[in-house]
Nanobody
């Protein structure tokens, strides 16, 4: 049974940092790409970052590029999202998600996740990030 559990959210002042964790079970990180997405009240879901399952390629939304870093620890089966330089606009519930492999490369799956063209099959319960200005 695939399960994703996020943690690490909280309240932070503008300019501060947080590190989110996504602990995976029921599958291994080298089998499927992991995407972080966020959703703020009244706003559409936004793909924030994705890491591929084979070569570790990473992808970022323009809004977080240079501030956020995605990484994974295969031994812990956990993906992280290091968020620096947080801004009020980053306030949202953050989710990690993955999907069953399609007949495309995992890199293409990451791009599809980020663009919203490929639906997630599994996602966690989310963790709230609030940035005070």
């Amino acid at each position: 049974q695939v399960q994703l559990v996020e943690s690490g959210g909280g309240l932070v002042q503008s300019g501060g940092s947080l590190r989110l964790s996504c602990a995976a079970s029921g599958f291994t990180l080298d089998s499927s790409p992991i995407v972080w997405f966020r959703q703020a009240p009244g706003k559409e879901r936004e793909g924030v970052s994705c890491i591929s399952s084979n070569d570790g390629s990473t992808y970022y939304a323009d809004s977080v590029k240079g501030r956020f870093t995605i990484s994974r620890d295969n031994a812990k089966n956990t993906v992280y999202l290091q968020m620096n330089g947080l801004e009020a606009e980053d306030t949202a519930v953050y989710y990690c998600a993955t999907g069953s492999l399609r007949d495309i490369t995992v890199q293409a799956m990451c791009v599809g996740f980020m663009d919203g063209d490929i639906d997630y099959d599994f996602w966690g319960q989310g963790t709230q990030v609030t940035v005070s200005s």
